[in-house]
């Protein structure tokens, strides 16, 4: 069964700490991508990476980071600088044009 | 810089009722226009893909066109059903050397009442 699994489906973080959101597709594509999504806002991109061991910021990487050190697998991890977390968070691929995304089922990370 | 408006935020029909979903976007230099769906805490459901060389694409029930000098976008849905209720969502790839991203827009939540 091909696609996008994300984890965990619910992720809480606390005061100062560090967690990390899992994506991994089965699909075989080179792009992977880390989006956030906020109330009443569209889909802001995080980091995306077009091939292995390699990434590049989005529009808001700030307080984050990533790794992609095997194909099918994108970490996403929340740092402590990040000062305003609690949001939806969707990773997608895609082939290497990045024409279709496909999308995971997201993460959606609340602050205790 | 791009920007991708949807109108109206929110629409409520009745079961059967033809509908049209906007969006807007500000840079008509794009390389494609994306509908997407998305079911409340899911992930985003592709549905038409507009190249910017084309004027509409259907599938279904659903027609999609692409007016790119006015930057607009129309998704027409046809014969509603309450399963057609989610939030849409309008996406534009810029066109830009080296990678093109996506730029979405704030979506239109439908309800389809029966």
């Known amino acids: 069964d091909g696609g996008i699994t994300q984890s965990p489906k619910y992720l809480f973080r606390k005061e100062g700490q560090n967690v990390t959101l899992s994506c991994e597709q089965n699909?075989?594509?080179?792009?992977m991508y880390w989006y956030r999504q906020d109330p009443g806002q569209g889909l802001r991109l995080i980091y995306y990476?077009?091939?292995?061991?390699?990434?590049q910021k989005g529009d808001i990487a700030e307080g984050y980071s990533v790794s992609r050190e095997k194909k099918e697998s994108f970490p996403l991890t929340v740092t402590s600088a990040q000062k305003n977390p609690t949001a939806f968070y969707l990773c997608?691929?895609?082939?290497?044009?990045?024409?279709?995304?496909?999308f995971g089922a997201g993460t959606r990370l609340s602050v205790l | 810089k791009q920007e991708v408006t949807q109108i109206p935020a929110a629409l409520s029909v009745p079961e059967g009722e033809n509908l049209v979903l906007n969006c807007s976007f500000t840079?008509?230099?794009?390389?494609?226009l994306q509908w997407f769906r998305q079911d409340p805490g899911k992930g985003l459901t592709s549905l038409l893909l507009?190249?910017?060389?084309?004027r509409e694409q259907t599938s279904g029930r659903l027609n999609a066109s692409l007016d790119k000098s006015s930057g607009r976008s129309t998704l027409y849905i046809a014969a509603s059903q309450p399963g057609d209720s989610a939030t849409y969502l309008c996406?534009?790839?810029?066109?830009?050397?080296?990678?093109?991203?996506?730029?979405f827009g704030t979506g239109t939540r439908l309800l389809v009442s029966p």
């Open positions: 997608a691929s895609s082939e290497m044009d990045g024409n279709i995304q496909y």
């Open positions: 699909l075989n594509h080179d792009a």
């Open positions: 990476s077009q091939i292995v061991n390699d990434f």
């Open positions: 840079d008509s230099a794009i390389y494609n």
């Open positions: 507009i190249q910017s060389s084309q």
């Open positions: 996406a534009v790839r810029r066109m830009n050397t080296g990678f093109q991203k996506l730029v």
